[in-house]
């Protein structure tokens, strides 16, 4: 099991988050008519990277969305923050 930190309640088992996306990954203007296989690609590809990733992640028990830096490889947790503008 392992543990991930979420920057509201702290430490928690893993069992508690959800995946939620890559970070920055740009969403289809949607006050125009969007293609379906523009949509496709937003909704389906992800980059998969090896190394070093940015992701967020929801904590379900508080319901905040943050983000985590982790190792794709080894699964290793770097770091995490919130999404919240000017926070630190």
């Not at 992640?57 to 490889?73: G, P």
Request: glycine letters at 8%; charged letters at 25%; a negative charge.
């Amino acid at each position: 099991m392992q543990i991930f930190p979420c920057p509201f309640c702290g430490p928690r088992n893993e069992t508690e988050f959800h995946f939620a996306g890559e970070l920055g990954k740009e969403r289809p203007d949607t006050t125009q008519e969007v293609a379906a296989p523009d949509w496709a690609t937003y909704l389906y590809a992800q980059r998969n990277e090896k190394g070093p990733v940015r992701e967020v992640w929801m904590h379900l028990t508080c319901s905040e969305l943050f983000v985590m830096e982790r190792d794709s490889v080894s699964m290793e947790v770097v770091g995490s923050g919130s999404l919240r503008e000017g926070a630190e």
